[in-house]
């Protein structure tokens, strides 16, 4: 009778251990993809950052002109446009 007490007890033992052993790797891999997705964090940080300064700068209607005028060459009613050509230098 003791045998088989052992015997069970040794197989719930192994078991544990082999249990425990596929959490540790579970934990490793769970460790990597965190610290993934924590390099992968800080620079959509940055540029959501950036983004909501820019929708704060463009919420003036004077500094949304500003940048129309100057991508896209806008000219308003009444206004035109020049354009400097800089000299040409001669070799």
């Not at 192994?14 to 924590?38: N, P, T």
């Not at 003036?60 to 035109?80: D, I, M, Q, V």
Request: aromatic share 10%; charged share 20%.
């Amino acid at each position: 009778m003791k045998f088989f007490i052992s015997l069970i007890a040794l197989i719930g033992i192994v078991a544990s251990g082999f249990w425990l052993y596929k959490l540790i790797g579970q934990q490793i891999a769970f460790k990597k993809e965190l610290a993934d997705v924590g390099r992968q964090v800080t620079p959509l940080t940055k540029e959501n950052s950036r983004l909501l300064a820019e929708i704060d700068y463009f919420q003036e209607p004077a500094n949304l002109e500003k940048e129309l005028r100057a991508r896209s060459h806008y000219t308003g009613p009444g206004e035109g446009l020049i354009i400097i050509i800089p000299p040409q230098v001669s070799e």
